[in-house]
């Protein structure tokens, strides 16, 4: 095992995912060593993707596509190759069907206002589901409001898990759009997507799968679940903020119109009007996120080196080992599938009678960050009975010593309020 890897006791799992890797966890918060376990809303970046962002400006910083001297034709190789690199760890075909964008939320706005707008009409439904993150309904909620489209909501059992019954009772031959997250930001429930979008597709509805928080956690190829859209945020996968991709199968990009005109997507400008450019450019209009492309290939090659399978086995041992100690744990109600084999990497839980809010505030005294709140998932929220969750999540770097801190800052919640 290498110096200073993670390792655990459970299932004799290990991980080469080196700690001393991410600067920001030498910090310490409040006198205590940092315990990071927020890693559903961001993670932390490696040195490598730090620096991969400082080199772009001390050696590479041009603009792209645009001119022939040497600095802006290694920006583009850079971006481009960028692009290359995605494609081939989401098992995309070609880079071609990869779009630069800021986040998970911009790529499905971007099918929202390009593909939906375009093919939906009143009489036509969208399939949802309780667990969806907002960014995965208010735009799907704007379009039907533009179009006249309905939409249905999938619900949530008692368990955490989608109800596969009344999904499939909410498809018929009206359903045009499925759009269904990967892994719950909530509870980690993972949906068997391969199942739900073949019954989809035999209804002739196109689907769109958020990949924001299973592409981190999981091996994710979009040859094998055949979804029409894939959609993720490089920051919740150890690159920088403000660079995502949207995965959509090439056929179908090359039928959507751009939302966003300007630069670097046209072929040519008349005054009566322009002509595009191929896709993906078409939809990348002005100055793209640069540095930010080259840095989330850094940490793709960092997840790669790792293994997706790897990451996958180290979160559910992690969340296996978080679960039996939130059971010992006096006055603490675990949310969702308790159940490693369809949960990853994400824990819901609450201390009874202490608002999430001020349970995250005295677990921060202690260095630990979790967060509390509705993570964006009113919906869900609701149907399970509260108005808020605490939420652990864990990367590449967490191991057993952050939950064994979790717990440690749980007994002092306990203490402060009983
Ligand atoms: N979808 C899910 C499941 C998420 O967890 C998040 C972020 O928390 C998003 C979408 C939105 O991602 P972003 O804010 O990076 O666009």
């Given at each position: 095992m290498p110096a200073g890897s993670c390792s655990s006791d459970v299932g004799a799992m290990e991980i080469n995912?080196?700690?001393?890797?991410?600067?920001?966890?030498?910090r310490e918060i409040n006198g205590h060593p940092l315990t990071y376990l927020d890693n559903a809303a961001t993670t932390q970046k490696p040195r490598s993707v730090i620096q991969a962002i400082t080199r772009f400006y001390e050696q590479h910083n041009a603009n792209v596509h645009?001119?022939?001297?040497t600095l802006s034709e290694e920006a583009t190789a850079l971006y481009e190759d960028a692009r290359a690199k995605v494609a081939r760890f989401i098992g995309?075909?070609?880079?071609?069907?990869i779009v630069f964008t800021r986040g998970t939320t911009e790529a499905i706005n971007l099918v929202a206002q390009s593909w939906a707008r375009a093919h939906l009409t009143a009489g036509n439904e969208i399939v949802l589901s309780e667990m969806e993150h907002h960014s995965n309904i208010v735009p799907w909620q704007m379009v039907a409001r533009e179009t006249g489209a309905a939409i249905r909501y999938a619900r949530v059992t008692p368990?955490?898990?989608?109800d596969r019954k009344h999904f499939s009772s909410l498809?018929?031959?009206?359903?045009r759009l499925v759009a269904l997250t990967?892994?719950?930001?909530?509870?980690g429930t993972v949906n068997p997507l391969r199942d739900m979008i073949s019954e989809a597709h035999d209804l002739g509805a196109v689907v769109l799968v958020?990949?924001?928080?299973?592409v981190p956690r999981a091996p994710v190829d979009v040859a094998a679940l055949d979804c029409e859209f894939l959609a993720f945020s490089g920051h919740k996968m150890l690159a920088p903020t403000g660079i995502g991709v949207l995965y959509a199968k090439e056929h179908i990009l090359a039928s959507m119109e751009p939302v966003q005109g300007g630069g670097?997507?046209?072929t040519r400008v008349e005054e009566a009007g322009a002509e595009w450019m191929e896709p993906p450019w078409r939809f990348?209009?002005?100055?793209?996120?640069i540095a930010g492309a080259a840095a989330l290939a850094t940490a793709v090659d960092y997840l790669t080196a790792i293994g997706m399978a790897e990451v996958q086995a180290w979160e559910a041992s992690l969340t296996e080992y978080a679960l039996a100690a939130l059971d010992q744990a006096p006055g603490i109600t675990v949310f969702g599938p308790r159940d490693s084999l369809i949960q990853s990497g994400v824990i819901a839980f609450n201390a009874d009678g202490v608002h999430p809010h001020d349970a995250a505030q005295i677990l921060d005294e202690v260095g630990v960050a979790v967060r509390g709140g509705h993570h964006c998932c009113q919906l869900l929220m609701r149907r399970l009975g509260v108005p808020a969750v605490l939420r652990a999540s864990f990367s590449v770097y967490n191991d057993q010593g952050d939950v064994e801190r979790l717990i440690g800052g749980l007994e002092r919640v306990a203490r402060v309020f009983r």
């Open positions: 995912a080196n700690r001393a890797d991410f600067p920001i966890l030498q645009r001119a022939v001297h995309a075909p070609s880079a071609r069907c368990r955490g898990l989608l498809l018929n031959k009206n359903t990967h892994t719950s930001n909530v509870l958020d990949g924001a928080q299973g670097g997507m046209i990348e209009a002005g100055t793209p996120n």
